[in-house]
Protein backbone atom coordinates (compact mmCIF):
# COMPACT_ATOMS: atom_id res chain seq x y z
CA UNK A 1 0.00 0.00 0.00
CA UNK A 2 0.87 3.49 -0.13
CA UNK A 3 2.82 5.23 2.79
CA UNK A 4 0.16 7.14 5.10
CA UNK A 5 -0.90 10.40 3.66
CA UNK A 6 0.04 12.59 7.21
CA UNK A 7 -1.92 15.84 8.38
CA UNK A 8 -1.17 17.86 11.22
CA UNK A 9 -5.28 18.14 11.31
CA UNK A 10 -8.28 15.87 11.96
CA UNK A 11 -11.47 15.45 12.94
CA UNK A 12 -13.80 17.80 14.86
CA UNK A 13 -14.74 14.47 16.53
CA UNK A 14 -11.66 13.34 18.12
CA UNK A 15 -10.94 15.79 20.95
CA UNK A 16 -14.14 15.06 22.15
CA UNK A 17 -13.77 11.21 21.89
CA UNK A 18 -10.07 11.56 23.87
CA UNK A 19 -11.98 13.91 26.26
CA UNK A 20 -14.19 11.20 27.37
CA UNK A 21 -11.78 8.53 27.47
CA UNK A 22 -8.38 10.62 29.38
CA UNK A 23 -10.78 12.66 31.05
CA UNK A 24 -8.77 12.23 34.06
CA UNK A 25 -5.20 12.83 32.30
CA UNK A 26 -5.84 15.75 30.45
CA UNK A 27 -5.78 19.33 31.70
CA UNK A 28 -7.03 21.22 28.65
CA UNK A 29 -8.41 20.17 25.33
CA UNK A 30 -9.05 22.66 22.29
CA UNK A 31 -9.96 22.71 18.48
CA UNK A 32 -9.24 25.30 16.38
CA UNK A 33 -10.22 25.50 12.70
CA UNK A 34 -9.25 28.18 9.80
CA UNK A 35 -11.73 29.60 7.59
CA UNK A 36 -10.88 31.52 4.71
CA UNK A 37 -13.38 34.18 4.86
CA UNK A 38 -14.60 38.09 3.67
CA UNK A 39 -14.65 40.87 6.27
CA UNK A 40 -16.68 43.69 5.60
CA UNK A 41 -17.28 46.66 6.87
CA UNK A 42 -19.82 49.21 5.06
CA UNK A 43 -18.38 49.12 1.12
CA UNK A 44 -14.77 47.86 1.93
CA UNK A 45 -14.10 44.11 2.13
CA UNK A 46 -10.72 42.44 3.16
CA UNK A 47 -9.77 38.34 2.26
CA UNK A 48 -8.52 36.70 5.00
CA UNK A 49 -8.98 34.35 7.96
CA UNK A 50 -11.04 33.59 10.99
CA UNK A 51 -10.02 31.01 13.80
CA UNK A 52 -13.11 29.34 15.32
CA UNK A 53 -11.78 27.69 18.62
CA UNK A 54 -12.97 26.38 21.74
CA UNK A 55 -13.08 28.00 24.90
CA UNK A 56 -9.77 26.38 26.62
CA UNK A 57 -7.91 27.82 23.62
CA UNK A 58 -7.38 30.93 25.41
CA UNK A 59 -5.88 29.56 28.59
CA UNK A 60 -3.49 27.14 26.50
CA UNK A 61 -1.17 29.78 24.22
CA UNK A 62 0.13 32.97 25.32
CA UNK A 63 -2.16 35.78 23.44
CA UNK A 64 -2.24 39.03 25.82
CA UNK A 65 -5.36 40.96 25.75
CA UNK A 66 -5.03 44.64 24.66
CA UNK A 67 -8.51 45.43 24.86
CA UNK A 68 -11.94 43.77 26.53
CA UNK A 69 -12.19 40.13 27.44
CA UNK A 70 -10.80 36.97 25.10
CA UNK A 71 -12.42 34.90 27.72
CA UNK A 72 -15.43 36.31 27.35
CA UNK A 73 -14.95 36.66 23.55
CA UNK A 74 -15.10 32.67 22.85
CA UNK A 75 -17.78 32.25 25.55
CA UNK A 76 -20.19 34.11 23.24
CA UNK A 77 -21.02 33.44 19.74
CA UNK A 78 -21.64 36.50 18.71
CA UNK A 79 -18.57 38.18 19.59
CA UNK A 80 -14.77 38.47 17.47
CA UNK A 81 -11.39 39.16 18.70
CA UNK A 82 -9.30 40.70 16.48
CA UNK A 83 -5.29 40.56 16.35
CA UNK A 84 -3.75 44.16 16.35
CA UNK A 85 -2.40 43.98 12.89
CA UNK A 86 -5.91 42.81 11.28
CA UNK A 87 -7.50 45.77 13.71
CA UNK A 88 -5.37 48.59 12.22
CA UNK A 89 -5.71 46.32 8.65
CA UNK A 90 -9.68 46.93 8.48
CA UNK A 91 -10.05 49.67 11.10
CA UNK A 92 -6.81 51.79 10.68
CA UNK A 93 -6.63 51.97 15.21
CA UNK A 94 -7.09 49.56 17.73
CA UNK A 95 -9.81 51.04 19.62
CA UNK A 96 -12.28 48.84 17.66
CA UNK A 97 -14.50 47.54 20.61
CA UNK A 98 -18.18 47.48 19.91
CA UNK A 99 -17.56 48.06 16.69
CA UNK A 100 -19.24 45.73 13.87
CA UNK A 101 -17.50 43.61 11.83
CA UNK A 102 -19.54 41.59 8.67
CA UNK A 103 -18.06 38.12 7.85
CA UNK A 104 -18.89 36.60 4.36
CA UNK A 105 -18.39 32.44 4.97
CA UNK A 106 -18.95 30.19 1.93
CA UNK A 107 -22.77 30.18 2.56
CA UNK A 108 -23.96 32.62 5.24
CA UNK A 109 -23.16 35.75 6.23
CA UNK A 110 -22.93 36.75 10.31
CA UNK A 111 -22.30 40.46 12.06
CA UNK A 112 -20.32 39.92 14.98
CA UNK A 113 -19.57 42.78 17.92
CA UNK A 114 -15.78 43.41 18.17
CA UNK A 115 -15.58 42.26 21.84
CA UNK A 116 -11.45 41.86 22.18
CA UNK A 117 -8.16 43.36 20.93
CA UNK A 118 -5.28 40.52 21.24
CA UNK A 119 -1.04 40.98 20.64
CA UNK A 120 0.57 37.97 19.20
CA UNK A 121 3.52 36.81 21.00
CA UNK A 122 6.80 38.64 19.66
CA UNK A 123 8.38 35.64 18.67
CA UNK A 124 6.86 33.26 15.37
CA UNK A 125 4.67 30.90 16.04
CA UNK A 126 3.03 27.82 14.44
CA UNK A 127 -0.32 29.55 15.16
CA UNK A 128 -2.05 32.28 12.49
CA UNK A 129 -4.62 34.02 13.98
CA UNK A 130 -6.00 36.75 12.53
CA UNK A 131 -9.01 36.91 14.51
CA UNK A 132 -10.87 34.50 16.98
CA UNK A 133 -14.71 33.46 17.19
CA UNK A 134 -15.73 30.32 19.36
CA UNK A 135 -16.02 27.32 17.88
CA UNK A 136 -19.82 26.84 16.58
CA UNK A 137 -20.75 23.05 15.43
CA UNK A 138 -23.26 25.14 13.61
CA UNK A 139 -21.43 27.40 11.37
CA UNK A 140 -20.72 25.91 8.06
CA UNK A 141 -20.52 22.52 9.05
CA UNK A 142 -20.49 20.95 5.42
CA UNK A 143 -17.76 22.51 3.98
CA UNK A 144 -16.42 20.98 0.59
CA UNK A 145 -13.33 18.48 2.37
CA UNK A 146 -13.57 20.59 5.37
CA UNK A 147 -17.06 19.01 6.86
CA UNK A 148 -17.46 19.23 10.66
CA UNK A 149 -19.01 15.89 12.63
CA UNK A 150 -17.34 13.27 10.03
CA UNK A 151 -14.17 11.27 11.41
CA UNK A 152 -13.50 10.87 7.19
CA UNK A 153 -12.28 14.72 6.88
CA UNK A 154 -9.70 16.55 9.20
CA UNK A 155 -10.67 20.31 9.39
CA UNK A 156 -9.24 21.29 12.86
CA UNK A 157 -6.16 21.30 14.80
CA UNK A 158 -6.54 19.47 18.17
CA UNK A 159 -4.58 20.43 21.05
CA UNK A 160 -4.27 18.94 24.57
CA UNK A 161 -2.31 20.01 27.33
CA UNK A 162 -1.59 17.16 30.04
CA UNK A 163 -1.97 16.85 33.61
CA UNK A 164 1.40 17.45 35.60
CA UNK A 165 3.01 13.61 35.23
CA UNK A 166 1.27 12.33 32.76
CA UNK A 167 3.04 11.04 30.05
CA UNK A 168 2.11 11.27 26.58
CA UNK A 169 2.42 7.35 26.05
CA UNK A 170 -0.53 6.99 28.06
CA UNK A 171 -2.84 8.98 25.81
CA UNK A 172 -0.38 7.32 22.71
CA UNK A 173 -1.28 3.81 23.71
CA UNK A 174 -5.16 4.74 23.59
CA UNK A 175 -5.61 6.50 20.58
CA UNK A 176 -5.85 3.17 18.24
CA UNK A 177 -9.19 2.20 20.48
CA UNK A 178 -10.83 5.45 19.83
CA UNK A 179 -10.18 4.76 15.70
CA UNK A 180 -11.36 1.49 16.20
CA UNK A 181 -14.50 2.22 18.77
CA UNK A 182 -15.88 4.87 16.61
CA UNK A 183 -14.69 5.04 13.08
CA UNK A 184 -16.63 2.42 10.41
CA UNK A 185 -14.66 2.16 7.19
CA UNK A 186 -16.60 0.64 5.19
CA UNK A 187 -16.40 3.80 2.70
CA UNK A 188 -12.64 3.19 2.77
CA UNK A 189 -12.62 -0.58 1.05
CA UNK A 190 -10.80 -2.11 3.81
CA UNK A 191 -9.39 -5.34 3.55
CA UNK A 192 -10.82 -8.55 5.17
CA UNK A 193 -8.72 -8.98 8.50
CA UNK A 194 -8.38 -4.52 8.64
CA UNK A 195 -9.38 -2.49 11.89
CA UNK A 196 -9.98 1.03 11.32
CA UNK A 197 -6.56 1.78 13.13
CA UNK A 198 -5.15 0.18 10.65
CA UNK A 199 -6.46 2.68 8.36
CA UNK A 200 -6.99 6.04 10.02
CA UNK A 201 -4.75 6.56 13.32
CA UNK A 202 -3.38 9.04 15.36
CA UNK A 203 -0.91 10.17 17.16
CA UNK A 204 0.70 13.31 19.78
CA UNK A 205 3.57 15.67 18.78
CA UNK A 206 4.91 18.22 20.73
CA UNK A 207 4.22 21.65 18.90
CA UNK A 208 7.64 22.42 20.19
CA UNK A 209 8.67 20.22 17.39
CA UNK A 210 5.46 20.21 15.10
CA UNK A 211 6.91 23.43 12.73
CA UNK A 212 10.06 21.20 12.30
CA UNK A 213 8.30 18.07 10.79
CA UNK A 214 7.91 18.54 7.26
CA UNK A 215 6.67 15.56 6.50
CA UNK A 216 2.61 16.78 7.30
CA UNK A 217 0.64 17.40 4.48
CA UNK A 218 -0.88 20.62 5.90
CA UNK A 219 1.46 22.38 8.74
CA UNK A 220 2.45 25.67 8.17
CA UNK A 221 6.42 25.53 8.77
CA UNK A 222 7.17 29.13 10.96
CA UNK A 223 9.72 30.08 13.87
CA UNK A 224 8.97 29.14 17.84
CA UNK A 225 5.97 28.08 18.82
CA UNK A 226 3.86 29.88 21.12
CA UNK A 227 4.16 27.07 24.03
CA UNK A 228 6.13 23.76 24.68
CA UNK A 229 3.88 22.78 26.93
CA UNK A 230 0.92 21.54 24.89
CA UNK A 231 0.60 18.39 22.33
CA UNK A 232 -0.98 18.50 18.91
CA UNK A 233 -2.86 15.25 17.92
CA UNK A 234 -2.07 14.58 14.41
CA UNK A 235 -3.88 11.87 11.77
CA UNK A 236 -2.46 9.42 9.70
CA UNK A 237 -4.80 8.06 7.10
CA UNK A 238 -3.39 5.18 4.52
Not at 65 to 70: E, F, H, N
Given at each position: ???????????????????????????????????????????????????????????????????????????????????????????????????????????????????????????????????LISFD??????????????????????????????????????????????????????????????????????????????????????????????????????
Open positions: GRAPYRLATTSSLLIPAVQETFGDDIELAARARSLDITYRVGAESFKDKVVAVDQPFNDMFALDTVLGSLENTLRDTAGIALSENLARKIFGSTDVLDRTLTIEYPTSVVDYRVTAVYKMPAQNSILELPAETLEPALQLAALGTWYQAPVASYLKLRPGVNADTIRSGLDAISDNNVDVTPMSPGPNSKPSDLLFFDLSSISDLHLDQDFQNVRGAGNPVTVQTFAVIAALI
